[in-house]
């Protein structure tokens, strides 16, 4: 029997034994969809665990069909038949990945702890594969002679790399240690974030009384209505957690006392000592990983993440962003002076406190610059900001987009687009989903439930890019509008799935975004320049009602309060970078207290009391459940990036086709298949330098 035989009747047999039929679970077959993408109206939940355990028994037999191959181990029979096995496997874990974060409930949370530890085992059973480890090793021993391209040549390095440093090299004890480490992080990632949801939608500020609605704006008081009549609440008004809530009803209300409790209720989560505390899951964590990072014969933890960025080790990362902290901490402390004078002036004698600074540097910014983010809301609606993304997208990239009802949807708030070329050609699929709902992560985010390669014809198969938002609802009376940070989430989003979208690379592993942590935020966050280019924001910022384009004098105003309130923006990012490598710098299993760390790390860093680090130890899921450990200093890295990158729009035009082509080619098109570096210096001509990032800051 060949081996592909074999594969559908072992997928068969695992999956439903042998009185049912394969076309039951969608996933186990190819989808019969437009592009390939999920078939979301046929998955259901049962569907899952049985495709995960064919998915790994296809997988194993692909593995074996590598070992026993009696040739000498090439580029082609090992590495490159790597690459293309488990396909089913990769599938299922797309759609459960995507899932779980965008429309998730308690039984695919559970189907996620039953199969995060078997995909943990399967994937140390391969890397720790000593037969398999040969022929890997072999091949990149003797890369050189195989006449391969300069991305061949950067797979064959990602392979090998991948198998050392997931313990090829270990003794059988030590691999044992680390297969039982692996299993252990891999559930606890997932109780981490499931904590922080939970305890986030646990939290409902609800309001009867008209009084204690003062200072809030009509449109703030609107959503939150809406929100109660939806939550079964007619008649009160309803704040929660979520961003498009909390911030406006911090910005506004004059009431004190609820700011006070919306603001402790939003920086305690995972930290209320009930059934959702993350304290001991983060223990856990950090102590797995530097019991990880021993074996392998790293320092600490950081050393171990680090080597495959750009930054390399922790120290430019600490001098980086402890130079910025410096920075921040000088504005801030005069900010908050400034606000300390604004209370007094009031008539009050309080000190100032995190929960009143949005109230206060919204009142100031209104005295200041004249301009009110309610009003700035008005031009703002989600609709026209996305018109001017896809327009941005069309005169960089010759990218046009087409909304598509054809296609399955994974919820009914979501939306799909079909991505094409000025030739018609498809780039790619992008599903959207801007609103907060019970069931989705907080933030934002891009993913894809299928990247781009070139299959083993060569012919190019077009991703399946998602982007997934928080942003303000619309309500009963207005469509919805956005803050201008919104938008500017919008556009950073965007970037990701520009890179996803526009990807061109012959391999799965090393396209759209599979670049170091701290070079994937460029192509995100040079597009957030662009919406706030008045040349730009008069294309797409139309008064909701009049049609209006936004005014100069508007313009002007935001572009004057752009570097308002920096001191706190930078304090505030910088300390919770800070924190994460001072974590992930311990050099012990025994972990700290995490009040007294954060303490201590305050202290260090010079954090003042009257702010918060952006993300507390107890609901960071930035690096305890979402990849950036010893990460969150990328956003500071690639900001260097961006503001230098952009620098070269600037030197010529804001869509000149000769610069946008060679960022195209240099960087979004080429996923992983480089040297960072050298693919930014291909675009840029030179190495960034920090003075174009330094005059954006203005400190």
């Known amino acids: 029997m060949n081996i592909k035989n074999l594969l559908a009747m072992l997928a068969l047999t695992v999956a439903f034994g042998c009185t049912q039929k394969v076309d ?32 790994i028994q296809e997988h194993k037999l692909e ?86 391209n300069t991305e061949q040549l950067k797979l064959v390095e990602n392979t090998y790399k991948q198998f050392v440093r997931g313990g090829a090299n270990l003794n059988d004890e030590d691999k044992e240690k680390m297969k039982q480490i692996n299993s252990e992080l891999s559930l606890l990632s997932i109780s981490f974030r499931e904590n922080v949801n939970k305890d986030n939608d646990s939290f409902q500020l609800i309001i009867d009384n008209e009084s204690d609605l003062e200072g809030l ?22 704040f929660t957690l979520d961003n498009p809530s909390r911030l406006p009803f911090l910005q506004y209300s004059s009431k004190r006392e609820l700011r006070e409790k919306v603001y402790k209720a939003y920086v305690k989560r995972g930290d209320n000592d009930n059934e959702y505390d993350n304290k001991e899951n983060i223990k856990k964590i950090l102590s797995l990983r530097y019991q990880k990072a021993q074996l392998l014969g790293y320092k600490n933890h950081a050393e ?104 399955p949807l994974y919820h009914a708030d979501a939306r799909v687009y079909e991505v094409t070329d000025n030739d018609n050609q498809t780039i790619g699929i992008l599903y959207m989903d801007f609103h907060p709902r019970k069931g989705k992560n907080g933030g934002a985010w891009m993913s894809s439930f299928s990247k781009q390669y070139n299959n083993k014809k060569g012919e190019r198969v077009p991703p399946v890019i998602t982007v997934v938002c928080n942003f303000s609802k619309p309500t009963e009376n207005t469509p919805a509008l956005l803050s201008f940070d919104e938008v500017s989430t919008l556009f950073h989003e965007f970037g990701h799935a520009l890179h996803g979208l526009l990807s061109r690379c012959q391999y799965y592993s090393l396209s759209g975004t599979a670049t170091p942590r701290d070079f994937v935020e460029l192509p995100s966050q040079i597009m957030e320049n662009w919406a706030a280019e008045p040349e730009v924001m008069k294309t797409y910022a139309f008064h909701y009602e009049t049609g209006e384009v936004i005014p100069d004098e508007l313009i002007e105003k935001l572009e004057a309060s752009a570097k308002f309130n920096q001191g706190f923006v930078v ?20 972990i700290p207290d995490i009040y007294e760390f954060e303490a201590q790390i305050r202290s260090k860093t010079g954090l003042i009391s009257e702010i918060e680090y952006r993300y507390r130890s107890t609901y960071f899921n930035h690096i305890f459940a979402g990849g950036y ?20 729009f600037k030197e010529t035009s804001l869509f000149d086709k000769e610069t946008a082509n060679k960022f195209r080619t240099n960087i979004l098109e080429r996923g992983g298949t480089e040297d960072a570096m050298d693919m930014y210096v291909k675009f840029r001509g030179r190495k960034p330098t920090t003075d174009a990032l330094m005059q954006r800051k203005g400190i």
């Open 24 to 55: 039951k679970n969608p996933f186990l077959s190819e989808y019969n969809t437009p592009y390939q993408v999920p078939p979301f109206n046929e998955i259901k939940n049962e569907h899952y665990i049985p495709a995960y355990e064919a998915g």
């Open 304 to 407: 171990y993440v680090l080597e495959e960025r750009m930054a390399k080790s922790p120290e430019p990362i600490f001098e980086l962003c402890n130079e910025l902290m410096n920075r921040g901490t000088i504005a801030a402390k005069n900010e908050a002076a400034e606000m300390q004078k604004q209370i007094k002036a009031e008539g009050n004698n309080f000190k100032l406190e995190p929960w009143d600074w949005w109230y206060y540097a919204e009142k100031i910014r209104k005295q200041k610059f004249d301009i009110d983010e309610d009003q700035l809301r008005t031009y703002f609606s989600l609709e026209n900001a996305l018109n001017g993304v896809f327009s941005v997208s069309n005169k960089l990239y010759d990218l046009n987009f087409k909304q598509r009802d054809d296609i």
């Open 571 to 590: 304090s505030e990012f910088q300390a919770a970078a800070l924190l994460d490598m001072y974590w992930h710098t311990l050099e012990t299993e025994e």
């Open 629 to 648: 450990s010893a990460g969150y200093y990328s956003y500071t890295w690639a900001e260097i990036l961006d503001a230098d990158a952009f620098q070269a």
């Open 63 to 148: 593995i074996e069909q590598i070992i026993t191959n009696t040739e000498e181990p090439t580029f082609a029979n090992t590495i490159e038949a790597l690459e293309f096995a488990g396909k089913t496997l990769q599938k299922v874990r797309a759609v459960l990945s995507n899932l779980r974060s965008s429309a998730t409930n308690d039984e695919l949370q559970e189907i996620a702890r039953v199969t995060s530890p078997m995909v943990s085992n399967h994937y140390d059973e391969i890397y720790m594969n000593p037969e398999l480890f040969a022929r890997v090793k072999s091949v990149y021993e003797n890369k050189d002679s195989f006449g391969l």
């Open 217 to 238: 704006p009509q449109s703030v008081r609107d959503a939150a209505a809406l929100l109660a009549k939806q939550n079964n609440n007619d008649g009160k008004w309803l």
